[in-house]
């Protein structure tokens, strides 16, 4: 989604609001498309004393699965990001100034980008998901599992004595 910012290039105290929805069904993180529904963006560009700032979020809700016990559910999920508008850079290269292409930015790929970073590397069900049993593969969320625990050996002799109690 190209956005020409001409209109407030030169026009201190002026803005440019604008919202679109961004197909990113493409998107595979472990195996998985997780963003089946169109990802709202809403944001400003702003031009205050000749800078331009944009600042946009991203929302959408997820076909998550819980990384502990696997579990499919739905989790909203945001994005922000903040950054400078540029026609031209006066120093050295900077991720928070993004350079104007014939007086556009791209704000689609701006929030794609911020889209894929902010995106969780382990996804829970709840913070206090207690997953799955490493030996049966029981849900432990649901109760306890049948297994029995097995005693560490050098720890044996301590058992015994709590056996016999």
């Known amino acids: 989604m190209w956005i020409d910012v001409r209109p407030i290039l030169h026009t201190p105290g002026r803005r440019l609001d604008f919202q679109f929805e961004l197909d990113l069904s493409d998107l595979e993180f472990d195996g998985r498309k997780p963003v089946s529904r169109p990802v709202a963006v809403r944001g400003e560009i702003r031009n205050t004393a000749d800078l331009l700032e944009l600042s946009l979020t991203a929302r959408s ?31 050295e290269d900077s991720d928070e100034i993004v350079l104007l292409e014939d007086g556009r ?47 560490d050996p050098r720890l044996a002799a301590l058992a015994k004595l709590l056996e016999n109690k």
């Open 61 to 91: 809700t997820l076909d998550a699965v819980c990384d502990r016990c696997g579990k499919e559910f739905l989790q909203e999920k945001e994005a922000v990001c903040r950054c400078m508008l540029a026609e031209e850079l006066q120093n």
């Open 105 to 151: 930015v791209d704000a689609g790929d701006l929030a794609r980008t911020a889209w894929i970073l902010g995106m969780d590397s382990k996804t829970l069900c709840s913070e206090d998901c207690k997953g799955l049993c490493p030996r049966c593969g029981a849900d432990l969320n649901l109760g306890p599992c049948s297994c029995k625990k097995e005693t």
